[in-house]
């Protein structure tokens, strides 16, 4: 059972990358996904979530506009586009499984179902 995070990089600001969450032993259909942020120093930071059922979002304010969060249940696999990005994006990006929902990924506060290695975003300016 396992997340993975990937599509992370190097990017100037203004630029865009688009992250992936794939899971292996386990259906994403029925879990919240989210995406949790944590920059150095830094406290951990919610960034999005997408809900199982329906498929509602949720976002972060300081990404509004500027990210989306998507799944594709078919690839077992939620993507997060990131655009217009800004040196203070910087920041290790973790993907999150949790059957409660968004609540606690939006809060970043940990006790999720499952989450995996993250994937490093480097906005230079």
């Known amino acids: 059972v396992q997340l993975q995070a990937s599509g992370g990089g190097l990017v100037q600001a203004g630029g865009s990358l688009r992250l992936s969450c794939t899971a292996s032993g386990f259906t994403l259909d029925y879990y919240a996904i989210g995406w949790v942020r944590q920059a150095p120093g830094k406290e951990r930071e919610g960034v999005s979530c997408?809900?199982?059922?329906?498929?509602?979002?949720n976002y972060a304010d300081s990404v509004k506009g500027r990210f989306t969060i998507s799944r594709d249940n078919a690839k077992n696999t939620v993507y997060l586009e990131m655009s217009s990005l800004k040196p203070e994006d910087t920041a290790v990006y973790y993907c999150v499984a949790d059957r409660g929902g968004c609540f606690r990924s939006m809060l970043a506060r940990g006790g999720y179902d499952y989450w995996g290695q993250g994937t490093q975003v480097t906005v230079s300016s």
């Open positions: 997408i809900r199982g059922s329906g498929g509602s979002s």
